[in-house]
């Protein structure tokens, strides 16, 4: 008997738990995008009125941020500082493939990221303006979308969650 | 028998009638539906067994075997 009980609170605080894990992952997600815009505005910043180079302006950038979309940047910098003799776009893309999941993004953003990786470094000043306007277009598109997505789906991962763990015990028991 | 299945069946009933208006309220109709469907089958499960058991008692009962 008293296994069946504490079998049945495992189950359903773990349900809760991964709705409630679910919903901070949706929570999370306009707010990483706004930053991600943020920071990627500073880079355009950097480049056009500093003429920094990519590696200082990225340093700079990921200690400022204050969420996990930092991570991109300085894994950027370390790929690029382990000396392999790799380019800007291949360092950028190996670190947003590296961190992409301790991120709250999702696969389009990730593409976004993609895009935008492959034009780093590869041309001139003008060219990666464009290329950051580009991407600070589709990020903001997308963080709408995320917006509304979060409003609908935030309080229903989170009951969801709870009630399934409940079905399961009631079920199962 | 048993008292058990009833309260059993009484909290599945409850619990999918939350999950639909859960769903129902989020704009998921189809997942509302669906899960509807799947209490409805889950209940059905649990007592299809029973029901097995009623036509086998009323077929001795008036000897129609």
Redesign the interface.
Known sequence: MLFKITGSLIVILSCTFLGFVLSADCRKRPQQLRDLQSMLQMFENQISYLSDVITEAFMRIGKVCRSETGIFFTGTVEILNEGRNISACMAWEQAVRQNIKKTALNKEDEEILFTFGKMLGCTDLEGQIKNIRLALDQLKHQEVKAEVSRN??E??YR??GV?GG??VV??LM | MGVDLIFRIAAIGILVAVLNQLLIRSGREEQAMMTTLAGLIVVLLMVVKEIASLFETVKTIFKLN
Do not use: T
């Open positions: 609908r789906n309080k229903m009951s969801l009630l409940i079905a009631i079920v």
